[in-house]
């Protein structure tokens, strides 16, 4: 069974702190995504990955394939950053190919 | 472009009701889906389709019930509504089932 693990569950920063969240996961996959989900509810997505590294903005995504590990960072955080973030998995074949699997999600909170 | 968009954002059922939650999309995307949102759990896939005419069960479909018979729209109807249904849900849209996918706002569904 395909397991999306992230930590922390909870993360509460100082503005201006550089942020990690982690996601790990238990199967071979073709890709990565990070979201975010706002306090209001919606949901954007944030990156896209298969390999190595994409930057946008202050924020960074990377992934390991080899150690089936991701990292999101976001440096120089702001109030404006504190949402939840969720790592999600697409498998790397088969007929779940289209089917995400997600994380619980990290909730983060930046205070000013 | 509206993006993605449902309806309606909040519903209130009692048990054995029947409805249809709404989600319609204008960027010609191939890849529709449903999924459910639950405290304390990742996002869980309950159906999704690859283009008009075609639809496939995720992760936990039953209760639920979808067609979809224009590019645009991909309708969730619960057939008898029971309380393990109270739940957010969201429709997703992305050009194919790989890669980035587009969020509509939620349906926060409660059944009493």
């Known amino acids: 069974k395909n397991e999306v693990e992230q930590s922390p569950q909870n993360l509460t920063a100082q503005e201006g702190e550089f942020i990690t969240i982690n996601c790990s996961y238990s199967?071979?996959?073709?890709?990565l995504h990070w979201l975010q989900q706002h306090p209001g509810g919606g949901i954007v997505s944030l990156f896209m990955l298969s390999s190595g590294k994409k930057k946008h903005g202050r924020l960074i995504a990377t992934i390991n394939i080899q150690e089936k590990h991701s990292s999101l960072h976001i440096t120089a955080s702001h109030p404006r950053d504190s949402a939840v973030y969720i790592c999600a998995v697409r498998p790397y074949s088969g007929a779940g190919s289209y089917q995400l699997t997600f994380g619980k999600g990290t909730k983060l909170s930046v205070i000013p | 472009n509206a993006g993605v968009t449902q309806t309606p954002k909040f519903q209130v059922l009692k048990t054995g009701q029947s409805m249809t939650l709404q989600c319609a999309q204008d960027?010609?995307?191939?890849?529709m889906s449903w999924y459910r949102q639950d405290p304390g759990m990742g996002l869980r896939l309950i159906h999704y389709s690859v283009g008009a005419g075609i639809t496939d069960q995720g992760e936990v479909p039953n209760g639920y019930n979808v067609s979809r018979s224009t590019t645009e729209d991909f309708p969730l109807r619960l057939l008898s509504a029971a309380p393990s249904q109270t739940s957010v849900y969201f429709c997703a849209s992305s050009y194919s089932g790989r890669n980035e996918q587009y969020f509509g706002p939620g349906t926060r569904l409660t059944v009493t």
């Open positions: 960027m010609n995307h191939e890849y």
């Open positions: 199967v071979g996959i073709s890709a």
